[in-house]
């Protein structure tokens, strides 16, 4: 019986402890789907910005080469120079760079050969060699993390086709964004210990990692889970194991029209370290009530043993006390039927004198053994002659 309560008490543990495990999860998925979302929203606010700009510098360069003022007032309506969109640019449809609102005039730039780059490479060459999927719809491309050729800095680049009124391509847009910005904006995110936060294109390959408080590059394919995830749905949350055996729960938000998605992903051990306490906690508790069972289970053994061994003395005593009366009653019964013939002898011998004697005092005396032969005799008439019945078992 005290093994069916432990096994019944484990097993009810053990439900508990998965239940809460996948309840820790589940609210971890939600949580980093709530933040990429959040992420997402910022990214999309700075790339809306940006995508006017480029939108109104193709509208001029459609129809004319832009002015150095119209380079600079564009980008800077967008609020977000210098520190986020670091340069707006032209480049022609041979893919040389023209004018910025760095370099109006191209002169720093000495008009430098841009199209083999993937971000002008895409949009004049028809054997590019990069997914559809690194195109919007409306043809909008951004890049991987480049180094830029005259600058040598870091950014990512999006990229326009312009086409003139005849239909014929006028040039490429190009707007380079810092990507120090993003990542520290999402560095801000609490990751936990091996958490990471992508900005990844629908192609599959990543742009911008912050992975444990730090930024890297990262142009390595996305998980095939999650890319799956990517174009099933624009949001949700999703598990995957990693290829070195990690499990990451990941949450994830395509950012608007735009051909990127920001992806929030944490360890499921940094997920379950609540949980992992609290299974320690239950299980030491368990393992306490166990034993406290135990315990009483033996106490009521002991006591169980120790009623028993009062019981078996009891009987013991019992029998001995009926084998006591048992032997009295043998000797009252030996004892009547020694006495019975003497008495009856003496009472006659004691009537017929009595009867017969001519002396008085003979007479009286035979008259007192008489009455003491008869009281004698009713003694032992009184003396139970049947065995007493045995007394009632002990249950």
Known sequence: MMGLATVVLCGSVVVML?????????????????IARALREHTLRILENVNQAMLRLSEVGAERAPTDLEYLRFANETGLVPGILTQLSWVGADGRFVGSNLDPTGERSQRVDLSQRDHVRVHLSD?????????????????????????????????????????????????SLNPEYFESVYRDVRLGGQGRVMLAGVDGIGRILVL???????????????????????????????????????????????????????????????????????WGLTCLLTLVLLFAAWVVHRSLQTLQRQHMALQHSQSQVQQACEAQHQVLVALNAALKPP???????????????????????????????QDMEAQLSRTPLRTPPPPPAQG
């Not at 040598?152 to 680049?157: D, H, I, N, T, Y």
């Not at 004691?350 to 032969?373: D, F, K, V, Y």
């Open 18 to 34: 998965s239940w809460q495990r996948q309840v820790a999860l589940t609210q971890e998925e939600e949580e980093n789907a709530n």
């Open 343 to 373: 008495l009856t002898t003496l009472q006659s011998f004691a009537e017929l004198i009595a009867l017969r004697s001519a002396e008085p005092r003979s007479r009286e005396h035979a008259r007192l053994i008489l009455q003491n032969a």
């Open 212 to 282: 444990k408080s730090q930024q890297v590059d990262i142009n390595q394919p996305i998980p095939t889970e999650l890319l799956h995830a990517l174009t099933q749905q624009r949001e949700g949350a999703l598990s995957h194991t990693g290829v070195d055996g990690t499990t990451w729960v990941n949450g994830y938000s395509r950012v608007g029209h735009y051909p990127l998605a920001v992806m929030l992903s944490t360890t499921a051990q940094t997920a379950l370290t609540p949980w992992y306490t609290m299974r320690a906690m239950v």
């Open 127 to 175: 054997r590019h060699g990069l997914p559809a999927s690194s195109l919007s719809a409306d043809g909008l491309f951004v890049s991987q993390i480049l180094t830029g050729k005259v600058s040598g800095k870091r950014s990512l680049q999006l990229s326009r086709k312009v086409y003139g009124r005849d239909g014929s391509v006028k040039g490429v847009v190009v707007a």
